[in-house]
């Protein structure tokens, strides 16, 4: 069976300081690994998603992220955090010919001045 | 853009009431989802539809059951709701090509 690990459940940076959020992965095969958000009172939007190739992968709003299978780790990363990117960060593993996402617990993200 | 949407952003019901949570998508995706959220424990499905009258249960589907009569519309359906189900539910579609799961914003539902 898939499983996610998030293990920070909140993390607070200062606004300009660099982010990186950890996720762990669990899976027999090769995982399509995914990073959304959601900001309060939103649904959740997909920031990037990994499926093969490049191990480093761009995403949306300045983040990337990097998969590392020796670790089992897809962490999310940005250099320089702006206060809008205070939200809730969720980590995902899927596989080919299975449709069904495995969610992590959420790292919440908070920005300070 | 694919679209989803539903019916209610807030929701408060009485214990015992029938519960109806609306999801539409217009991007003709043949698989839907049903999640609850909650603090601490994610996202966890309920119920999952990959196609027309076609379901199947999820990790934690008691209390619940669901509705595709139309590829478009998937509904989910608490029979008596109760207090424990009070929690936050997201929709999503997916793009069979990518796998990737587009969600709607959220019914908040409240049971006292």
């Known amino acids: 069976a898939q499983s996610v690990t998030q293990p920070d459940i909140h993390i607070t940076v200062s606004e300009g300081a660099s982010l990186e959020l950890r996720c762990n992965y669990s899976?027999?095969?090769?995982?399509?690994l995914f990073w959304y958000v959601q900001s309060p009172g939103q649904g959740l939007q997909l920031l990037l998603k990994?499926?093969?190739?490049?191990?480093l992968v761009q995403g949306i709003k300045g983040f990337e992220a990097e998969f590392k299978r020796s670790q089992s780790s897809f962490n999310l990363r940005k250099p320089s955090v702006h206060w809008s990117d205070a939200a809730e960060y969720f980590c995902?593993?899927?596989?080919?010919?299975?449709?069904?996402?495995?969610f992590g617990t959420g790292t919440r993200l908070t920005i300070i001045p | 853009d694919v679209k989803v949407t539903q019916s209610s952003r807030y929701l408060v019901k009485r214990t015992g009431e029938k519960v109806f949570l609306e999801c539409v998508q217009d991007?003709?995706?043949?698989?839907m989802f049903w999640y609850r959220q909650d603090p601490g424990l994610g996202l966890r499905l309920i119920y999952f539809?990959?196609?027309?009258?076609?379901?199947e249960k999820g990790d934690i589907p008691e209390g619940y059951s669901v509705s595709r009569e139309k590829k478009e519309r998937f509904s989910l359906i608490l029979e008596s709701a109760s207090t424990n189900q009070t929690s936050m539910y997201l929709c999503?579609?997916?793009?069979?090509?990518?796998?990737?799961?587009?969600f709607g914003p959220g019914t908040r539902l409240t049971v006292l």
């Open positions: 995902a593993v899927g596989a080919v010919g299975n449709e069904k996402l495995t």
């Open positions: 991007m003709d995706h043949e698989n």
């Open positions: 539809s990959y196609d027309v009258k076609m379901k």
């Open positions: 990994y499926f093969s190739g490049d191990t």
């Open positions: 899976y027999g095969a090769t995982p399509y």
């Open positions: 999503a579609t997916i793009d069979r090509k990518n796998n990737e799961q587009f």
